[in-house]
Each structure stands twice: as C-alpha cells, then as structure tokens.
C-alpha cells in the first residue's frame, strides 16, 4: 500500500533484532544486574499515611546499626534544590519535606552494606507523624473546605485547560438530539516488567547514573538542576529497560539515589519492587462528563465537555496530559461547536505521569462510548455514524493544529472489512464494537545523532533513544546499514552514555522512529556524502558516476572499500569519518503541532457470558497508520502490544483504595492480561501511506492502539447485551449487574 | 618572539592544568585503581632462558590449585592470530610458541582470584626447556655462524635502510681531514612511573580493555587482529596513564590479557612489576661507525656512517627506528656526500620499541661527540664549526625530504648566549659542551576530534590523545576554549573510551598537539561556525555583524547565550551541536615527510671531580620550538623533562648483561635521575616562530630537548679534563678511567 517508489534494501525487512541474541539468552545486563565496585545498597522509607505532617525523624537507631552507611532525610538536602517537576511545575520534593502528601512517599532513604540490612534498618527509623485530613477523589479534592495540598493551587486545581470553537450553546439548538453520559476510567499500573531501578555515584568525576529510562537526557536534566550541577557532570548510562510505557520518562527516584550517593560518598543502587513502583506513578484516572448534539442524519454539531483528570501529589506530567485531553476528547470526528474543558487536580494519591497515548484512553472512553449511543439512539449503524463524521485528510481537526495528514475512511475501511463488518450484532449474536485512535502525539524535536564509520569500515552510531522493548536499536540500525549502503551486521549501536551519546530529547510520544530516526537518517546521509567526496576523490569522477553497494563505491567497473577509502584519506593510519545529524525546529511543518497524527483502528468481536459476566474476545482487528513501516514486524508487535495493553485495562486493571492505602499493590491482586487473553483472532494491520515526516516517510505508533480497544468492547457488549457499562473495567461482575439490571428494565 | 598576530584569550596562557586536581588530591584513578565486577587477577610465567626450546609445559598442578580460574599457553591460541608486529613485521607471538627466544618472555599465564594465588600458581607449571645458544649483542648475533632468532632473517637482519647522496668517496677525497669513531648507547628502561597494566574483559558484548596505553586505537587494532574481531567489537578505555615515553606504543601486555580473559571467561587485571616492565620493552643500544671528511675552515664535506640498532627479539618498531636513524644521524648539518647505513639486528633480549625520539639520542651521541672531536682537531669553536655548517630554513637537510622549517642559528645563538658561551671553557675551567635535536618526528596524520555544545551552554569534546603526564587534555581544551569563545571552566574533556571516541592513530612522535590539535581547532571552529549561523538566524544580520565571546553571541548590543540559542533551534527542547574536524592526509605540506622538523638545542656546563670522576652540571640551557606554545609552562615542562630524561642515560642508565638475564632489573639497581640531578643552572626557551601546521602555529615539541644532552655533557667534559668518552652512560669510573688514560698518554 506504500505510495514511496524508492526502493529499499534494508528498510522495510523485519530483520532479527540486534538486541535480540543478547536478551533471549540472558546476557542483556538490567541495572538490577549491574555491580558498580564499592556499591552499597538503598532502600527508601514511604509514608504510611496518604496526608500527614511530619513532627519528627530519629534515625540515630537506624544509623547505629552495623553496615548502615547513610541515612538521608530532608534535612541533608538544604544545600541544594532538591524539587522536581516538569517545566515551570517543580513542585515535587525528592523526599518529603516537612509533610507527607500521598501513601508511599519516601520520607527517608538507608544506604547499607546489603538489602536486608538497609531493610532492616528503615524499621529503626522513627518518624512521628500528625494524620491529615485526606482527599482521594476528585470530587473530594474539589468539595468545598477540602484540605489544599498546595498553597499556590486554589480547590486544589493543578491546571486547566479549554478549547472553544463556535458557539456550543448555539450548535446545540440545531441538534435534533442531545445526549450527555458520565464515563469513569481508573488509575492504571504502567507494568513495566522491570521496576524503577537506579544506580548513583556522587564523586570527583561528578554524577554518574545507570539507571532504567526513557528519558536519559532528562534524568540528566532534573539531577543537573537538584544539584546545581553544569549537564557536562552528570553522567546517565541506559543500555537495556525492561519496559516504560511512560512510568521512566523523566527523573523518577534517580534524584534521591543521588542524594543517598552523595551522603554515603558510595555508589548506591536502589532497586524497587512493584508495590513500590505503584507509588512511583500511574496512569491518570479521568471523569469525563461529556454532551453531544446530533442531528437526525447522525451529522455531529456540538461537544460540550468537562474533562477531570485525577493527578496525584504532584503536577509531574498532569498538565500536559490534561491539555492534551482537548484534542483526544474529539476523537476524530468533525463538529461546528465545542467546548471542552479540562481540570488536572491534585489528590492525596500517588503521582500521575506520562503512559502510552496521555489521556488518549479515558478520553476515547468517553467519546467512542457515546459515538454508540448515539448510533443506537438514532438507529444508525456505528460504522456508518463514524464515516459521516470522519474528519478528511487535510481538513482541521481541531483549530489552529496541523490539519490532519490521514485519510482515516480508507483504514477503516480496511478494518472493518477485515472483521467482516455487517452491522453492530453478527449472525451468532456476538457483539461488535469499533473505535479510533487519532491523537496528536508530543512527539517533540531535538535529537542529534551521529554515525561513524571506521577504517575497516564497520560503522557504529550513537542516538540516545532508549531501548525499552520497542526495538529501536533495530529501527535505527537498519536506518544507518541503509543510508549507508552496508550490510546490517557491520553496524553497532551504541548503549546510551550521556557522556557521549549526543542529545536526545525522549524516548516516548512516539517520536523516535519519526524524530530521532529522522535526526539517524541525515547522519548516515552526512557519512555517505563524505563517503561519497573520497570516492569522487579516488576514482577522479563525478558523484553521478559513484554506486555504493555493500560496503563498497565503485565507479566505471572498479571498486574499493570504505575502510580502503578511509584509510587512504587519513594518510594509511586508520582514520574515522563522523556524520552528524539533527531533528530541530526546521524539522516541523507549520502548523508545527502535531508533528504528525497517530492513527489507530480498533474493531472488536465479542461474546459474553450471561451467567457470569464474562466477555470473551473472539476478535479483534488493530491498524496503525506506519506512514512507512521500517521494520513491519515491529510495528506490529507495537501495535498488538498497545491493544493487548488496552485489553488490561478494559477487563481488569485498577487501582483499589481503602483509606489513603492502594490495597491491590501486588501482581497477585493487580491482575494485568497474559497469553491467555489474546483475542482469538487478532490481526494487525498497517497503513503505510508513506507520508510522515520521518525518515521514508515514516510516523510514529505504538500509542494508536490501545485506545480505541476499551469502549470497542464496551459497545460490543452493548450491542449484543443491551448493558451499558461506563466505567472501567468490565469486570465479569460489573457487566453481569448491568446485563442483569438491563433485564430489570425491561421487565419493569 | 611570536609573529602570530592574532590575539588569543586563552591559547598562550599558562592555565592551571585541567587533571591537576585529580591527580594532587589522589583521586585519578589509573588501571591498577580500577575495579571491574568479578575481575580476577593474572600473572606470566616467564623465561629464565635467553634462548631455549619449549618441551613441554605441565600445568595440571597449577590448574588443581584451589582459586586458579585458568592456565594460559599457546595450545590456546590456536584458533586465533596470535601475532603481534607493526605492520608488516608480525612476529612477535603474544605468548612463547614453541620456543622461548629472550629471558622474560611470557610461556604461559594464570588467572586466579588473586595475586598471590596466581604468583604460587607460577611455580607450579612445570616447563621443560632445552637451552640453545643465545646471542645478546649485535657482534654476537651477526657473527658467522651465530644461531638464527628467525628463519626469515638471515644473519639476524631484520631491516636495513640506506641514505646516499652525492659520492662519499669523492667528498672524502676532497676532505682535508677525515675522522672516524665508533660511539656505543646502551638499553635504556623507559621507566614510566606506572609500569605495564591492563584488565581486559571477554564476554558476549565483545573484547573490553582498560589499559594504560598512549594508543587506544593501536591497541584496538592490534586485538581486533589477533582475535579476528571487527574493530567495533573492541572497546578501549583510557584515562589517566602513568607516562609512557614510548612504552606504551601499540599492543604491549594487552592481547596476552584479553586471551587469558577470553580463557578465564572472568575480567582479568594484570598488573606488572618494574622487572616485568624491563622485558617488555626498551630502547634501542646503538652502536654508531661514523667516519666523517672534512675541510680546514671546518665545512663537512662527507659523511659515512654504519649504524647498528640490537633491536631485540621482534621487530616491533624497530625498522621504523632503523629508517629514523638515517636523518638522525646528520644532525642538523650540510654534508654533500653521504652513505648511510642502518641495520637493526635481532638478539635474544627484550624487543626494542619506541622510545621519546626514536634513534635520536643515540645518533646525536656519536654525530654531535664528533663535530667536537673534529673542532679540536681544526681548532675551531665548536659553535663556530656548528654555525658553519648549520642547514639553513628553507634549505633542504635530507634529499627528497621537506625542507628545514626553523631558524637553527637564531635559536643557536639564544641558547649560546644564555649560557655565556665564550668558548668549550670557562674561566672557571668549566667543561662547556653544545648539541642540537633536529628531527623528522613520525607524526603521523589521522585524528578525528568532535566537539559538542549542550543546551546548557556547556561544552564538552572527545579526543582520542592519551593523557601521558604531558598535559594534552589541558590544551586539547585550551584549543576549544578559543576555538568557542567560551571560559576554560566550560570546556569538559570526556576520558578515552574507543566505543564512543573518534579515531586518532597515537599519542606520541610530537604529534598531538600538532595533528590532533588541528583537528580539534577544526571541530571547535565546525561547532562555532553552527553557533554563528544560529546567532545570525536569531539577530537577522549578516555573519561579520556578530560577535562570539564568554559563551554569548551579540550583534546591534544585543545578547544571547549559546544555550539559548541551540535551545531555540531545538523547539525549546534542549538540543546538542556537533562540530567534526579532522586532520587527514590533506593536511601535510608536499612533500609530506616530516610533517615540521622538531627543534631541540642543548649548552651544558660542567665541572669534573678529577679525583672522583663524578661530573656536576652547572648549568644547561634547552631550548625547543614550539611554533606556538599554546600553554607555555607545560611547553617548559616538556622541554625540560625531556633533558632531565637524557640526564639519565648520560649518567647513569643502561641495561645491565650477564648470561642472557638482566641484572638491574629493579629501581635499585637501575638508577634513574632525581630532583638532586637538576643542574644548578637550569633554563629553557621556547621558540615560537608560530610556523607549525598545528593549531595556531603550533609544532610539536617534548622529543627534542633529549637528544643533544649525552653529547653536550661529553663535549663539556672532553674540554675541561681532555678526556674524550664514546659510550654511555658516563659513569663516574668510566670517565675517572678517561682522566687516567689521559694523563697516562700525557706522561708516554
């Protein structure tokens, strides 16, 4: 389906992956698996209460014991600044400093010879804490007299957002009908298979870090700023992170184990278990209260929306996501009048942060829910609703952004032909369901990358994207082996030190193939054009004469080797050429926001079990708008993995609370989707149109999919059911009251 | 006494050193500091034999012991290369094969938890040789009938290199006065201050290497050959190194290590003794036969000269030595007839290497000892007969080579009048002495620097000189400081790592400051040039309207800082620039060879305890042109270390012979110079004719001030007690024995 001519040797190939062999046989090194000589082992003491002030700490007892080398609390911190946030919303200590603000806040950190020692030692710390009133839930956060969690935020309000286009009040006079539903989407676990895990050394030398990211640069950037260090100081190695999904994007407990580094004057791993990683962050919990006007026809003409994002302790990420719920409310649908509003609020919970597709989910909960509603009230086909109100390629999405850059009919189309779409209830009475993906990823610039190429001519590059599962040393390897002209296997990445590894903003808002491939692709286009200059040199011929080919330029029936050319450039001593390259502000079209639009299609077949609630996922069909699929196989891996995510959440993710306290915080009682789980059919489909800004006209995903899958489902089993369910997850019980009270209806 | 205009704020200055803290507080780390997790100790078993068959080695009882991981010997090798050599000359085994051919040669090697377990394992690997004929000076090894080292060398030649210009025999038939002597150099231990050592590390992600080594990448090479592995798969670490001189040219002990790694499956760290160090490698013993013809008004007319270098074992450096010798030999006079010959000879000793100007003091002794013995013959000032004879600039000093690029005389004259040179002796009856150090240094081309600029305005750059104690990060980083315009403190060097750091073929033969310094001056001006064009997108003026200074751009009284504005290129997201520069064949002048002349210029002082022998230095003056000196202090420093150097081997060093085995081979017995050497009088000057096709002007420098030492002191000597010594060192004894002679002949 690639409209792009150029013909590709190694792009395009789902070729093995080059990190592959290292993992599959268990010699890829997690920082869990790494020894720092001289390293002592870290644990943090969290706050039992989700609100309390701190009267007192007394670690003398921890810090008499044998083999407890440091014991850090708020007070070693006042030399430096030690608050993190994003952007101007540095409002989150390291460690709690004079209050504790959610259940699981660290208020001290032990540094000891070994784990068991550091763990026992943190019971030997004695804080004295005055309980607080405690606020959970949004609708306590903003009850009048509720207790502020900060000065500066005002009924506790972190951010706010609006998006106005026409006359809402206006658009719904014209409609004919008008419905307005409330839809629920809980806090989410990231699960990522490894923990939060950090290693630090405070020295001489400066900061060292190996730590478990996808944000080297900005683990650089909030250490630099707590410990008023220049970026050149502070060292962050990443090589293998066994999982992200936005819960490692930016500092998370990397700067306390430098802050515990510092004090023992040792290098300090903190390795975290998976109840601690639930305190770390989460996904927000959002309340979306939305209003659609329709007409007859099914022609959308106005949303009205108040968007509640339940952000935890800190702003961490929380007024991104909230002002990114703007767009991802409309789904990607036309409509002459909108009002959307969105509230970011902080609670007495822990941190909300970044996670696949921000606020993409809870608010295609929302919105794909109700598309159905809609259908079912005015007696039109779901397919045919959303094909009425598609949003065209080209056309504005919404004002003032990039108009968007798909042509969505034509995937959905593929979909849910795929599924064999006949109507919402197929002939053996399962339900159907379908929904989109259409968001507008962060995507943000600023990736330097650079390509080497040496004198026997293997090549080697450096680009600070994180490997977090994704395969994006493939990805990047195969841009350089093809801007290069050489065989995959002469070309080495590099793991991530900042210390050499050049800028990269992020791995994360499906940038990196687009981005950071983008900045890959014009390294490995600089090295070839000077690859290129000595050929031109050696063979006394202009460039049009010159094939590259396998690690070789030839001219006029003769050959020689890079490495020959290299070597005879640099006087026969070796020799190295660099190529550089860069995704900057030039990069962007205007518009410059999107970058790009990620598109996912979801269409799911369902049948459920009357008698216990179950529903059973007979199929389900996923598509991602590739722009160009540099690697297929991945990119369908990111997609079926994205949806599988999805179908965790829609079925049985969720945080539990009882008191302040999260009470399901192990994998036993926080049960995410396994192999069992896969949809009968499942079937990914890519769109490769070949028109996205990265390299080959490539374009992010990864996060298209799993948004449209939960209200898919949920319509699915409406559909075949009758039981509207509009918070997540279905759980059996959940859909087996509705089910139920759907048959109470109908008997009254 | 510079002719560059330009104005420079931070090239030129003395600045403190940038490794001066680390080093002082203790806190540099040098490879027997590191420790890599689950390194294990190694050690070589040796050969007490000069020369011996191996028939047969019996580890078991090593192997039993408890702590042993592993037993090395050459039956391991066998699906490797497992030979080293410059060049074409690989015929040094890693590890005795079969024969051992110099006492000191490695027959196997343990790998056990610790150092003394892997010492008493040593001694229980049984070796059975069979001990063959050995021959330890170069008489011995050409003699008829003298046992062959190689079968490929006949009379143990392993190179010779001839220098003819004009007809030798005609100028000496023109020549009124013709004299011939033979001057003997011995060995001479390099004596760094750390002595060989190395961890190196095998395993899945390939060969890693910590070494102290002036060459990270010849390392890399010589590993990546041995062990068949692309260079990429080879990873050096460099990072503080404990001098070198020479030693640490190339793979030494390295390969060895990375094989008892590879065998052991653990990270291995060995460590070497002084002894160890002492049959590693050495300097070439000399033995020059020159005959030279020469008018009454003193103009040389011809010069004949057989040069025989006892290069070891294996060839190593050595013919590369043998070719040096052959211009070395002519100091910087004008002879219009010359036949030089040079053969460099195979013995059963250590291998000769590299060494701070290679073949240089050694020909100097026997050229510049004689312009002395031809002065008193004439009866001319021994700086009259230099000054007529001295190869003017611009003049061509060795057919076919580039002509000489320096002022002899003027610098001459500086260091003549700096010593008061009235004549060879005072009126104190102070022995004067005089020599010069005019050399084609190696200098080889290929270097690759980059030097990046981070969103927080600092810089940061990678350079692949080995730190060797002669301070090359401190001006690698004053070249950026004034490249960028930015204060030093900015300017963070990143240690050597070859999996991240650009190529640069040594650190040695003067040529970092030189080559590797052009191309870091051509990375910092790649990274300025981006800053400008930045600077001039964001003022809209034309490049000439900016100015850069202190880390800020300005034009029309405007300000920014460099962060700003790659943070403005990068979307506000952060962002990095990479300048590229190289220094590649297109630098050298034609004809290429050498690169600059290296300058050295040596007066001496001395008086003599005639009861004694004992010689005191009164004073020395060395003078070195820098071309520029971009960090004066440091340029001194070199320049006087290196004649403090040939205090040693004019005094006091030589390797001691007894039975094929070293006898000296500890710093007890093998003397070096120390503080109280230093002469009363002690001055160097720095030439800076900013000529150099370094950064700036600049010409390497360091190498020169060793070479007219030996013969200076022997001149001065010679004039004050007429006694006249050809062989080195000149040991309180050996010249007491001359004064005898003297007087005896006086009495005959």
Same mark, same amino acid.
């Given at each position: ?7 590709? /040797?190694?792009? =395009? ?7 592959? $062999? ?17 390293? @002592? ?11 309390? !002030? ?34 101007? +919303? ?7 400093? =004079? ?15 070994? !784990? ?6 943190? *019971? ?51 409609? &004919? ?60 190695? $990443? ?9 490692? /994007? %930016? ?58 994002? +339940? ?9 991104? $996501? ?17 009002? @959307? ?14 996670? !696949? ?14 598309? &159905? ?5 005015? =007696? ?30 034509? =995937? ?18 399962? #339900? ?33 994207? /994180? ?40 791995? #994360?808002?499906?940038? /990196? ?10 390294? *490995? ?41 290299? +070597? ?6 070796? #020799? ?24 996912? @299609? *979801? ?21 991602? &708008? ?21 179908? %965790? ?10 008191? #302040? ?40 995903? *990864? ?20 039981? !509207? $369910? ?23």
């Amino acid at each position: 389906m690639s409209t792009e001519k150029r013909s590709f /040797s190694i792009v =395009g190939q789902s070729v093995p992956r080059v990190d592959g $062999v290292a993992k599959v046989t268990g010699n890829a090194k997690y920082v869990a698996d790494l020894t720092i000589p001289g390293m @002592i082992e870290g644990k943090f003491l969290r706050s039992p209460y989700a609100h309390a !002030r701190i009267r007192s700490i007394d670690s003398a007892e921890a810090e008499a014991m044998p083999g407890v080398v440091a014991v850090l609390t708020s007070k070693d911190l006042t030399d430096i600044g030690p608050y993190i946030g994003r952007g101007k +919303n540095k409002d989150q200590p390291i460690i709690a400093t =004079g209050r504790v603000i959610f259940a699981g806040q660290p208020v001290a950190a032990v540094a000891a010879v070994d !784990r068991a020692t550091a763990e026992e030692a943190l *019971g030997k710390i004695h804080v004295l804490y005055d309980e607080l009133p405690a606020v959970i839930s949004v609708d306590e956060a903003m009850a009048d007299g509720a207790p502020r969690l900060h000065d500066f935020a005002a009924r506790n309000i972190c951010a706010h957002h609006e998006l106005i286009k026409g006359d809402v009040e206006k658009g719904f006079a014209e409609a &004919d009908v008008i419905v307005e539903d409330e839809f629920e989407f809980p806090m989410i676990y990231h699960y990522a298979m490894e923990p939060h895990a950090a290693i630090a050394q405070f020295d001489g030398d400066g900061i060292t870090i190996w730590t478990s990211t996808g944000h080297p640069f900005g683990v650089r950037q909030d250490v630099a700023e707590v410990f008023h260090a220049p970026l050149a100081r502070v060292r962050v190695h $990443v090589n293998f992170v066994g999982g992200a999904y936005g819960s490692k /994007s %930016g500092g998370k407990i990397e700067p306390l184990v430098v802050a515990l580094a510092r004090k023992a004057q040792r290098p300090v791993r903190v390795v975290t278990s998976v109840a601690e990683a639930m305190v770390t962050c989460r996904r927000h919990a959002i309340t979306c209260k939305v209003k659609t006007g329709v007409k007859k026809d099914g022609t959308l003409v106005a949303k009205q929306a108040d968007i509640f994002l +339940n952000t935890g302790a800190y702003a961490e990420t929380g007024p991104t $996501v909230a002002g990114r719920t703007l767009t991802r409310i409309l789904g990607p649908y036309r409509y002459p009048h909108l009002k @959307i509003n969105s509230y970011c609020i902080y609670t007495n919970t822990v941190s909300a942060a970044s996670f !696949r597709s921000i606020g993409g989910p809870q608010t295609a909960w929302a919105t794909e829910s109700q598309m &159905d509603i809609i259908a079912q009230k005015l =007696g039109i086909d779901p397919v045919e609703l959303r094909l009425k109100n598609l949003v065209e390629k080209g056309e504005e999405l919404r004002p003032k952004y990039r108009p968007l850059d798909a042509d969505l009919a034509k =995937g959905f189309k593929l979909v849910t032909d795929k599924l064999g779409w006949d109507g919402p209830l197929s002939k053996e009475g399962h #339900g159907r369901g379908v929904g989109f993906g259409t968001t507008d990823p962060g995507a943000p610039l600023a990736s330097t990358a650079t390509v080497h190429v040496l004198a026997d001519g293997s090549v080697v590059f450096m680009c600070g994207t /994180s490997e977090l599962g994704q395969g994006a040393k493939t990805i990047m390897s195969q841009i350089v082996a093809e801007e290069l002209r050489v065989p995959l296997d002469r070309v080495t990445i590099r793991p991530i030190d900042t210390a050499f590894t050049p800028f990269d903003r992020s791995t #994360g808002s499906s940038r /990196s193939t687009t981005v950071m491939g983008k900045a890959v692709e014009l390294a *490995g286009g600089d090295a070839r054009r000077q690859i290129v200059e000595l050929a031109m040199e050696h063979f006394e011929c202009p460039e049009d004469a010159i094939t590259l080919q396998d690690g070789e330029a030839s001219a006029g029936g003769k050959k020689i080797t890079y490495g020959t050319l290299i +070597n005879k450039h640099f006087a026969d001593q070796g #020799g190295e050429l660099v190529g550089t390259g860069y995704a900057h502000s030039g990069m962007a079209p205007t518009p410059a926001n999107p970058l790009f639009w990620e598109i996912g @299609i *979801g269409a799911v077949e369902v049948s459920v079990d009357r008698e216990t609630g179950k529903v059973h996922v007979e199929k389900y069909i996923t598509a991602a &708008d590739a722009g160009k699929a540099i690697h297929p196989l991945q990119c369908e891996g990111q997609d079926e993995g994205a949806a599988m995510m999805g179908f %965790g959440h829609t079925f049985y993710e969720a945080y539990q609370w009882e008191g #302040g306290q999260i009470i399901n915080s192990s994998l036993v009682d926080y049960k995410v989707p396994t192999f069992d789980d896969v949809p009968d059919e499942f079937e990914s489909i890519l769109i490769e149109d070949g028109n996205g800004p990265g390299p080959y006209g490539a374009k992010g995903l *990864g996060e298209g999919g799993i948004i449209p899958v939960a209200p898919a489902v949920a319509n699915a089993v409406y559909w075949c059911t009758g039981a !509207r $369910v509009k918070s997540l997850p279905l759980t059996p019980e959940k859909v087996w009251r509705a089910i139920k009270e759907v048959a109470n209806e109908r008997k009254v």
